[in-house]
């Protein structure tokens, strides 16, 4: 008896059985694929016969919707930047040049305010104040890049720029679009603050600097008003 001869047939019987075993697994994945391209068809068009399918369908469908709608309406980020106290107006001015060359910042808004309550120490604690219009980048993503560009100018670590109590950094809607904007032009109900804005102003006219400067702005002199073409 040739077993060389029935060695080899034996061979070739598994690579058709090996090949057949491929084809029909290859035929039971493309024929999962259409099932599954059906049944989607059919919770579309709300036809579906399998109702608990379909009713967990709806509702998912009405949560990305309100998902979605929820983030559209936080993509204005109001930033709050505390520089070291060995940062001049010109650092600042050139920190921020980097900032609003960002390509994920639409528009933008910013201002520069000191801490000083008299003119003894006006200047005293430069900050800014900015309002950004982004795109859809991350909020991590945002924080992350705005501290990288930051940290040089400042004492705060990453962790302490972020932290929510600090204030540092606020995902807001829209609609407090306009207050933040007439908060950064000086109209502030703290009394305790008011020395402060008179001293903001003074440090304005010592560096011949704008009330608010940005995009967002209309005009630079009053009143002063948020964009609405956003």
């Avoid at 099932?35 to 709300?46: D, F, S, T, V």
């Avoid at 001015?93 to 003119?119: H, M, P, V």
Wanted: net charge positive.
């Amino acid at each position: 008896m040739d077993y060389s001869a029935l060695k080899e047939q034996q061979r070739q019987c598994e690579k058709i059985c090996k090949y057949n075993n491929i084809e029909e697994s290859a035929e039971h994945e493309v024929y999962k694929q259409l099932c599954k391209k059906n049944i989607n068809i059919q919770l579309e068009m709300g036809i579906c016969k399998n109702d608990i399918l379909q009713n967990k369908y709806n509702n998912t469908t009405e949560l990305l919707e309100l998902r979605k709608r929820n983030r559209s309406q936080n993509y204005y980020v109001f930033v709050t930047f505390n520089f070291k106290e060995d940062i001049t107006i010109q650092d600042a001015s050139t920190f921020i040049d980097k900032i609003i060359s960002k390509d994920w910042i639409n528009q933008y808004a910013y201002c520069y305010e000191q801490r000083g309550e008299s003119l003894e120490n006006v200047g005293k604690g430069l900050h800014m104040h900015m309002l950004i219009q982004r795109d859809n980048k991350k909020p991590c993503q945002v924080i992350r890049e705005l501290y990288s560009t930051f940290k040089k100018y400042t004492g705060y670590s990453l962790e302490q720029f972020k932290n929510p109590k600090n204030r540092n950094v606020c995902f807001i809607p829209y609609s407090w679009g306009k207050d933040k904007i007439a908060y950064m032009s000086g109209e502030k109900d703290d009394e305790e603050k008011q020395l402060k804005i008179v001293m903001d102003k003074v440090m304005r006219e010592r560096n011949n600097l704008e009330r608010i400067y940005g995009t967002m702005i209309k005009q630079q002199g009053p009143p002063c008003e948020i964009q609405d073409d956003y």
